[in-house]
């Protein structure tokens, strides 16, 4: 460190030599506290930052399995299958009436409802065929009595020959504007003859 002590010089040439010590001293001695008051900061990196996330997809609710009992019922049975007659009906039309498999049918074109048997006692199941007795075929759905149409050159649209053991039979009802549908139950009456819930196949 330079020390000048500007009071002893006094030639007039070292004038300017004594100002420039003076200030080249002061500065040296301002340095050290400059530098401790203004300390050197290094630049600090900014953060890295990382892209929002991407928020997660909600899970697809999937429907419970269905039980099964709710499976059996969702499971409709159709009206149009054939439903064979119970074991007790089928005696009773047997051991009063004469008969068995006693059907009901539509026509191709709906207009006319067929009903069949087949005869095993021909004096029980004469009734079927007396000419005196009008059949009617009572639609439970629809509630329309049907009969049987008489056509001119043919007559009556029903078998009314005598009856015989193993021989079926049938009848015709009109069923003009189709009130009786496939599905439908209906009742057949002969006379006291009388079969009742019948499907329509």
């Given at each position: 460190m330079?020390?000048?002590?500007?009071?002893?010089?006094?030639?007039?040439?070292?004038?300017?030599?004594?100002?420039a010590?003076?200030a080249l001293?002061?500065?040296?001695?301002?340095?050290?506290?400059?530098?401790?008051?203004?300390?050197?900061?290094?630049?600090?990196?900014?953060a890295?930052?990382?892209?929002?996330?991407?928020p997660?997809?909600p899970?697809?609710r999937?429907?419970?399995p269905a039980s099964?009992a709710?499976?059996?019922k969702?499971?409709?049975?159709?009206?149009?299958?054939?439903?064979?007659?119970?074991?007790?009906?089928?005696?009773?039309?047997?051991?009063?009436?004469?008969i068995?498999?006693p059907r009901v049918?539509?026509?191709s074109?709906?207009?006319?409802i067929?009903?069949?048997?087949?005869?095993v006692?021909?004096?029980?199941?004469?009734?079927?065929?007396?000419?005196?007795?009008t059949?009617y075929?009572y639609g439970?759905?629809?509630?329309?009595l049907l009969?049987?149409?008489?056509?001119?050159?043919?007559?009556?649209l029903?078998?009314a020959?005598?009856?015989e053991?193993?021989?079926?039979?049938?009848?015709?009802f009109?069923n003009?504007?189709?009130?009786?549908?496939?599905g439908?139950?209906?009742?057949?009456?002969?006379?006291?003859?009388?079969?009742?819930?019948?499907?329509?196949e």
């Amino acid at each position: 460190m330079y020390r000048v002590d500007c009071m002893n010089h006094t030639p007039a040439r070292g004038i300017l030599l004594v100002v420039a010590s003076c200030a080249l001293g002061i500065a040296l001695r301002s340095a050290p506290a400059r530098a401790a008051e203004d300390p050197i900061v290094a630049p600090v990196a900014p953060a890295a930052t990382s892209p929002p996330a991407t928020p997660a997809k909600p899970a697809k609710r999937t429907a419970p399995p269905a039980s099964p009992a709710a499976a059996a019922k969702s499971h409709k049975v159709s009206p149009y299958h054939t439903q064979k007659l119970a074991e007790k009906a089928k005696q009773i039309y047997a051991s009063v009436w004469g008969i068995q498999e006693p059907r009901v049918s539509s026509t191709s074109a709906g207009n006319l409802i067929r009903f069949s048997y087949r005869v095993v006692d021909v004096t029980k199941a004469s009734a079927l065929s007396d000419k005196k007795l009008t059949p009617y075929l009572y639609g439970q759905t629809s509630h329309a009595l049907l009969s049987i149409p008489v056509m001119e050159k043919i007559g009556p649209l029903r078998q009314a020959m005598p009856p015989e053991v193993g021989h079926d039979y049938w009848m015709a009802f009109s069923n003009k504007g189709h009130p009786v549908k496939p599905g439908d139950r209906v009742d057949v009456i002969i006379g006291s003859f009388r079969a009742d819930g019948l499907l329509v196949e």
